[in-house]
């Protein structure tokens, strides 16, 4: 390719692009409408029916089939001019057992439940992108997938679109609002960006007995502090320093009674870290620990995980394709590309 032609596709990929930002501007009042009308109607995890029911209204009115995911979740395909790769995008859907006390005029008319996580500006955001690359279907080869997901926050919903054989393509995009970004700047980080997250619940069984007889007795109580006092040490003593490991455990349920030795604890809580084969490590390490400080006490201790999310690492390519996007879009100032990981998931 010559300086002349490779300089006039730039010019039109320019023209093309203020011609994308102009068509979104225009959209700006549906846009809003959509996030207000989602964030007024929130719906808890795996109980989104409403939130899903609109979401396919939208989609049919751009032209496009729909299909439900384990009930309330919702996907759909824009299939483009011709042969092509495939593309996921995808936005959470559920809402937060959150009271809201914001004044704003559209604030949750559900008592006790809010979109405290911006899943409401989430899915606005996706429905948005279908409604434009919809009207532009002719002009891009390949498939779009659009998976609206349900039950983010209790770790579900993503595993019930893996398994309906959804999940397949070249790359998959997700967007995540973050209160610490100034508006208009978009963070686009190779590496990792979040933390799993397991949950995990311990069970100690002991003996009961009257407290002025502990030796009839095993103390699931003691035992149980015992296992929160020495689980910290597997992130001081057990972890390099330089990875970053929590061992959090935020609930604990022992005895019945204030003069009678425990007979059963559980306890609940998350691990989060950043890659997955410290992840596996600090498990088996936190199982082999608990079920250790059982034994010696004549106690037993079982451990359940959950799997609610694996770490989040942006792979080089794609992360370097969307800074690139990016920047073209917002300016080079606007695109972070350094910002700091989170433990959280």
């Known amino acids: 390719m010559n300086s002349k032609s490779w300089q006039e596709r730039t010019e039109m990929n320019n023209l093309r692009i203020d011609e994308i930002i102009r068509e979104m501007d225009a959209e700006r009042d ?7 009308f989602f964030h007024e109607n929130p719906e808890l995890p795996r109980e989104e029916f409403s939130t899903a029911d609109r979401i396919e ?20 395909e824009i299939k483009g001019g011709g042969e092509g790769k495939t593309i996921i995008l995808r936005a959470d859907i559920d809402a937060l057992p959150v009271e809201e006390t914001n004044g704003c005029s559209f604030m949750s008319k559900k008592k006790g439940v809010m ?19 919809s009207k532009h279907k ?6 779009i997938k659009l998976c609206f997901q349900q039950a983010e926050e209790i770790g579900y919903g993503a595993m019930e679109f893996i398994k309906a054989g959804l999940v397949t393509g070249e790359r998959s995009f ?4 973050a209160s610490n970004i100034p508006v208009g700047k978009i963070s686009a980080t190779e590496g990792p960006n979040n933390a799993s997250v397991d949950y995990f619940k311990i069970t100690v069984t002991g003996r009961g007995a009257h407290v002025s007889t502990p030796e009839k007795g095993v103390d699931a109580l003691f035992v149980a502090s015992s296992i929160v006092v020495s689980a910290q040490a597997l992130v001081t003593r057990r972890t390099n320093p330089t990875d970053s490991v929590v061992i959090g ?9 204030y003069n009678i030795v425990a007979k059963s ?12 084969e410290i992840r596996e490590k600090v498990k088996k390490e936190l199982e082999d620990l608990s079920k250790s400080i059982a034994s010696i006490y004549g106690a037993e201790a079982e451990i359940e995980y959950k799997d609610f999310t694996s770490p989040l690492i942006n792979p080089h390519e794609p992360t370097e394709e969307v800074v690139k996007v990016a920047k073209k879009l917002l300016g080079d100032d606007n695109v972070i590309t350094n910002r700091p990981y989170s433990l959280g998931g």
């Open 30 to 36: 549906y846009v809003v409408s959509l996030r207000r």
């Open 249 to 257: 455990i935020g609930k604990l349920e022992a005895g019945t009674a």
């Open 174 to 177: 997700g967007i995540h609002l």
């Open 138 to 143: 002719e002009e891009f080869k390949g498939i």
């Open 265 to 276: 604890a559980v306890l609940e809580g998350t691990i989060r870290v950043m890659y997955p």
């Open 57 to 76: 209204k939208e989609l049919n009115s751009f032209g496009l089939e729909t299909r439900r995911v384990d009930g309330t979740g919702v996907y759909a």
């Open 115 to 133: 979109h405290a996580c911006g899943h409401d500006a989430h899915t606005a955001s996706l429905l948005l992108a279908a409604k434009i690359l």
